[in-house]
């Protein structure tokens, strides 16, 4: 198994004198989705935040955050910024919300494509429309003048994307990034960060609640309690012989009683066979 490409070691966060994350250890590898799962206020979404260092001056962190051999818990900010989008991008669970409504997509698109890439006005405008392309969206050429409320809710999380993976990171943090979707238009995200993972060797990290969204796409998974680890595994290991009683109180919770596993990729359906006349297409997203 290759080098991880971000390794959390014993990360301990707090707010003031309460403590959210104790001791938690993960290692993301490129080409693989690693999962983060959880009930809320389990930590799960704090986890993610301080990779990026976006959590308030109020947090107190400690523990080692590496990406490669650089170390970013207590990078400067200058540093930072240099960090964020560059090596590492985040997708949010409401595009509505990580989205400027008076911007256009295309100003959007290559505002930090612009600053990281340097690449001039053709260049940007070239790379804008692929990278609308790569995530499906309608008609890139004219989405890129488009604003994001003219857009449905699955094309609008395409767009979040888009923007994330524009300038080629090595790892992408996705926090409960098809939460505010239909069911139907999820599959299609789903489908989209597994293919993506694989052709760009990405390193991603999944957090959510949901179980269901876990089994369909994540290589490992790891399970999150009241800020404890209190399981990892493959994805096998986990949903089909969980070991820890909490893990298997959460199994038993979701509707089937058990998750369906779905094959590995690159078994699993892809990004186009998500087009296909029994699941949504991106013309028809949005019908939440």
Known sequence: MSAPILRVDNLEIAFGANPVVRGVSLEL??????????????????TAMSVLGLLPRTATVSGSIRLGDTELIGMRSRALRNVRGRRIAMVFQDPSASLHPQLTVGHQLTDHMRRHLKLDRRALHTRAIEMLDRVRV???ENALKRYPHQ???????????????ACDP????????TTALDVTVQAGILHLLRDLAIERNLAVLLVTHDLGVMSAIADDVAVMRNGLIVETGTREQVFL???HEYTQTLLAAMPDSAPSIHPPHPDAPSATAAASPSTATPDQEGTE
């Open 29 to 46: 590898r490129a080409g693989r989705v690693q999962g983060l799962a959880g009930e809320s206020g389990s930590g799960k979404t704090v």
């Open 138 to 140: 309608p008609d890139p």
């Open 151 to 165: 857009f449905s809710g699955g094309q609008r999380q395409r767009i979040a994307i888009a923007i994330a993976l």
């Open 170 to 177: 090595d790892v992408l943090l996705a926090d409960e990034p």
């Open 241 to 243: 012989t969980p070991a």
